[in-house]
Nanobody, 122 residues
Framework: QVQLVESGGGLVQPGGSLRLSCAAS????????MDWYRQAPGKQRELVAR???????KYADSAKGRFTISRDNAKKTGYLQMNSLKPEDTAVYYC????????????????WGQGTQVTVSS
């Protein structure tokens, strides 16, 4: 099947930077989109950024100008570069990837990573 492994979270001071990674492996023919979501305690999970085929990107208003989403198709890995971090960015960050598993299967399946904690605090 498909596995997603996230990395890059941690504790950072306000104004600092982190880069999250989401590596996909397994039965993958193509990756249609890679999303980053986050969920803070007591809040709903929210979409932070999306990158689709053709490298079209979309950001939540809270992420615009500070976060950059990218992907390396050869490595089947997505990234979220987060700069100028604020305490309100503290959350568990999840990648969500839309994958087509084979040439003969046209459906796109959604997979979630295990989540990585990002804490912004002085």
């Amino acid at each position: 099947q498909v596995q997603l492994v996230e990395s890059g979270g941690g504790l950072v001071q306000p104004g600092g930077s982190l880069r999250l990674s989401c590596a996909a492996s397994g039965s993958i023919f193509s990756i249609n989109y890679m999303d980053w979501y986050r969920q803070a305690p007591g809040k709903q999970r929210e979409l932070v950024a999306r990158i689709t085929n053709g490298d079209n990107t979309k950001y939540a208003d809270s992420a615009k100008g500070r976060f950059t989403i990218s992907r390396d198709n050869a490595k089947k890995t997505g990234y979220l570069q987060m700069n100028s971090l604020k305490p309100e960015d503290t959350a568990v960050y999840y990648c969500n990837v839309g994958i087509r598993r084979s040439y003969s299967e046209t459906s796109v399946f959604s997979y979630w990573g295990q989540g990585t904690q990002v804490t912004v605090s002085s």
